[in-house]
């Protein structure tokens, strides 16, 4: 199993540019979801998912899109880069629909935006 | 004010010292997780706990419901423990989880 994946590693935007965060894994987990890392702040919650075609807001959702149209992939939508968005973004997948599971977590990516 | 609160921020031994790196939370939970961020910045998961205490290998992890109340200990500290460990919740009401903001931890030879 490859786990978690996701791409770019890197990512360097102009202010105003969108892009999208690409994220998948191969474990049939049910939960996924989005988190960006900030130095001196935990993870935050951007955006999360319990099933295909079914997502919800975390505690940062605004400049993101999200959807889940197949189990495996959970792509993260930046709208209009804005260079508060400049961050290390995290996606985590577990098995179960709530969170008394162990989350995986793929290798980040980190974007910088000018 | 954050509702999982670490300490310490930062922490430098020697190695084989034994660690202790704590933990507290002001909510109602189901299950506290204990997570590792390696200098690479991979993160991955050491421990997932309701009640009591688990131990894997060096690694050690309680947590007090009652006090809402976790700790890692680590036994025999060696520098490949240098590491961001980062404890997360989730409440008991809900689908997310909440982090501490992560204890720095750096092992010298």
């Known amino acids: 199993n490859a786990g978690v994946t996701q791409t770019p590693k890197f990512q360097v935007l102009k202010t105003g540019q969108s892009m999208t965060l690409q994220c998948a894994q191969d474990?049939?987990?049910?939960?996924m979801s989005w988190y960006r890392q900030d130095p001196g702040m935990g993870l935050r919650l951007i955006h999360y998912s319990v099933g295909a075609g079914i997502t919800d807001q975390g505690e940062v959702p605004n400049g993101y899109n999200v959807s889940r149209s197949t189990t495996e992939d959970f792509p993260l939508r930046l709208l209009s880069a804005a260079p508060s968005q400049t961050s290390v973004y995290f996606c985590?997948?577990?098995?179960?629909?709530?969170?008394?599971?162990?989350?995986?977590f793929g290798p980040g990516t980190r974007l910088t935006v000018t | 004010k954050n509702e999982v609160e670490q300490s310490p921020q930062n922490l430098t031994a020697q190695e084989g010292e034994f660690i202790t790196i704590n933990c507290s939370y002001s909510?109602?939970?189901?299950?506290l997780h204990w997570l590792q961020q390696h200098p690479g910045g991979g993160i991955v998961s050491l421990f997932m706990l309701s009640s009591g205490k688990k131990k894997h290998g060096r690694l050690i992890a309680t947590i007090n419901i009652q006090e809402k109340h976790s700790s890692l200990h680590i036994t025999a500290s060696h520098p490949r423990d240098s590491a961001v460990y980062i404890c997360?919740?989730?409440?008991?009401?809900?689908?997310?989880?909440?982090f501490g903001t992560g204890t720095s931890l750096t092992v010298i030879p």
């Open positions: 474990m049939n987990h049910e939960y």
């Open positions: 909510v109602g939970i189901s299950a």
């Open positions: 985590a997948s577990s098995l179960g629909g709530g969170t008394s599971y162990e989350q995986y």
């Open positions: 997360a919740v989730n409440k008991n009401t809900g689908n997310q989880f909440y």
